[in-house]
T-cell receptor, first 113, second 116 residues
């Protein structure tokens, strides 16, 4: 079983839809959670960073963490064609000094105009 | 602000040739540095990481090596490339020595390597 599971998609939605992207994980020690967006032929860029459980909102993006269920989500409101990309979740327990993160496989999102 | 540079953006090399990919970070000191490979439609595979000059940890046995000759310079090398070395190579950095708080990683724009 992988430490982090993420549905690879692709996920196709019409413009303006609410998108829900999800990751599940097995290590209960994870407490730092990140979402990255990766456009084709580019490096991943950090979208959201959250600590422990709860919600964090930034514009049209909301990150949600449910540690009891070992489940994290990224919601995109009013999705735009420019949101078409691969979204990767990443997480860490924060221990050690290596800074290593555990990444999901990524979900490919296509927003159709 | 911090920036990360990776070059070249695209590289086509014959099997058996050597490789050197370079990554530099600006605007920070003593960062943690990482090399990843990303196969088409796949996730990120961590190849090497470094917490300081001359300190390299390898995550997977392979045909590649890494070096960190300066604080903000990270180099990925191979003496003889294999067909299986083709892929998208990404360099990343994060703040070092942050105790128990995890720091996000910040990525360069990658090198697309094709082996012929």
């Amino acid at each position: 079983q992988k430490e982090v599971e993420q549905d690879p998609g692709p996920l196709s939605v019409p413009e303006g839809a609410i998108v829900s992207l999800n990751c599940t994980y097995s290590n209960s020690a994870f407490q730092y959670f990140m979402w990255y967006r990766q456009y084709s032929r580019k490096g991943p860029e950090l979208l959201m960073y959250t600590y422990s459980s709860g919600n964090k909102e930034d514009g049209r993006f909301t990150a949600q963490v449910d540690k009891s269920s070992k489940y994290i989500s990224l919601f995109i409101r009013d999705s735009q064609p420019s949101d078409s990309a691969t979204y990767l979740c990443a997480m860490s327990d924060g221990s050690g000094n290596t800074g290593k993160l555990i990444f999901g496989q990524g979900t490919t999102l296509q927003v159709k105009p | 602000s911090q920036t990360i540079h990776q070059w070249p953006a695209t590289l086509v090399q014959p099997v058996g040739s050597p490789l050197s990919l370079e990554c530099t970070v600006e605007g920070t000191s003593n960062p943690n540095l990482y090399w990843y490979r990303q196969a088409a439609g796949r996730g990120l595979q961590l190849l090497f990481y470094s917490v300081g000059i001359g300190q390299i940890s390898s995550e997977v046995p392979q045909n590649l090596s890494a070096s960190r000759p300066q604080d903000r310079q990270f180099i990925l090398s191979s003496k003889k490339l294999l067909l299986s070395d083709s892929g998208f190579y990404l360099c990343a950095w994060s703040e070092g020595l942050t105790g128990e708080r995890a720091q996000p990683q910040h990525f360069g724009d990658g090198t697309r390597l094709s082996i012929l």
